[in-house]
């Protein structure tokens, strides 16, 4: 990554600053050897702020912060600037800087260069990338086999099976109610769309079951619930879905809420389902209310993973991934940008990518959480905090897991 910072700034300013301040301000601002050598010189100070000021906006949004007095800036051999981070957190940061004066203004321009993997936040220990063999074929990465969409529905249906095609699955099939095929087939072309019997218009109901656990029998992981709707029919189909399917799961969205609406289910699912509540979906599958999980994210994950004896992923800033044998794990991510809709679809197709290439399910979901908001960290670092589509996450998934890989994950 590289950036690019300028800055400037009156002579007069730091002069006045001098003046009212004096070693304070001094002191607070310039090292030693920076003193030193401007030896109170008004120009030589203001150059050395100027350059300083470029190279803070180099860091803006890179998590990486350096003060003033921490970015220091001598004269080089040739006589030209040089800028030195002080201390061991630069993360390999290299910086270059440049300084002229005219009419009583210092400017300044400031070239930082720094590895993406620099910029990503630290990883918790369960983060593990998918190895691709150089002999590996699409087999080699399994099948991932999703449930979704309904009417007025058909864009989850196609985040969660892009997504899960995006992390890497070998074979991604996205199996979609008769009369929203048409939509899906044009929408997917590297997703292979199926149509299932329908209950009602767009709706898959409990007639397909037969049909769809036999497609979950050839699969390595189904993600189930994006955009499925509320028919009766859907919600019974999902409950026996996921009672009886041999596969690990990825369950999200309506399918939680079918869960919800299924008591006699809580506790029989099995340790390679994995349920992705905001925590409005906990609140059903729970009975506490939001607030109550909002006071303790990381204790009403942990409880519910083991009411339910899965692996539950409460979704939010800092999401947290619990297992029903007590182990957590907390993503270091606040990012705003991704309170947008879609992208929860994303997340689940992530989730399952991993699992269909041999992750187990609770390393595959702290590795989706973690892979899905850095790509949403990516994003806000060029758009800001609004303005994010779930449809934009769906190119820089590779690219962040590219950066994981080259980072020794």
Known sequence: MQRIGVDAVSVDRIAIAVKRSGPGFLNKVYTP???AYCAGNE??????WAAKEAVIKCFDGTGICFPRRRIEVLPGANGAPRARLLGDDDRGAQVEVSITHHSRLAVATAHLEISDIATMLPAPDAVIIPDRPKDAHKGTFGTAVVLAGSLGLTGAAYLSSTAAARTGAGLVRLLVADSIYPILAAKCTEVMATPVPEVA???????????????????????VGPGLGRDSSTWRLVVDLTLHAKCPLVIDADGLNALADSPRSKGKLGKNRVLTPHPGELSRL????????NADRAGAARKAAK?????????????????PDGRTSEDPHEVPALASGGTGDVLS????????????????????????????????QRLGDSGLLAGDLLPEIPLVMNVLRQGGL
Not at 286 to 293: C, D, M, N, P, S
Not at 309 to 323: D, N, S, W, Y
Not at 361 to 367: C, E, L, W
């Open 33 to 35: 050897a920076e003193l």
């Open 43 to 48: 120009e030589r100070l203001a150059g050395r």
């Open 201 to 223: 218009p767009g709706a898959v109901g409990h007639a397909a079951y037969d049909s769809i656990l036999r497609q979950l029998a050839t699969a390595e992981v189904g993600i």
């Open 286 to 293: 729970t009975g506490k209310t939001a607030e109550a999980i």
């Open 307 to 323: 009411e339910w004896g899965t692996i539950v992923v409460l979704k939010g800033a800092r999401t947290v991934v619990a297992h």
């Open 349 to 380: 197709g992530i989730i399952g990518g991993l699992i269909a290439q041999g992750s187990d399910p609770f390393s595959a979901a702290v590795t989706g959480v973690y892979v899905h908001a850095a790509a949403g960290a990516r994003i806000a």
